[in-house]
């Protein structure tokens, strides 16, 4: 399920990091939670990679102020 739920969502445009956690269970641990923090800090967003690739500016709405 989990994969065909990615190829739908990168069919329509999205955005999908899929990480599979075959033992993990029912709650998150400390593993999951590093893979989750990571994507959030390192990853850029598809439609903001395909913006910078294109030429295109950013409007006021897509600047995230990093700390």
Avoid: C, W
């Amino acid at each position: 399920m989990p994969v065909a739920a990615q190829e739908a969502l990168i069919s329509a445009g999205g955005d999908v990091t899929l990480d599979i956690v075959e033992d993990l269970g029912h709650a998150i641990d400390n593993r999951s939670m590093q893979f989750a923090l990571d994507h959030l800090r390192y990853t850029i967003p598809k439609h903001y990679f395909d913006e910078a690739l294109s030429g295109g500016k950013p409007g006021d709405d897509d600047v995230i102020e990093m700390m």
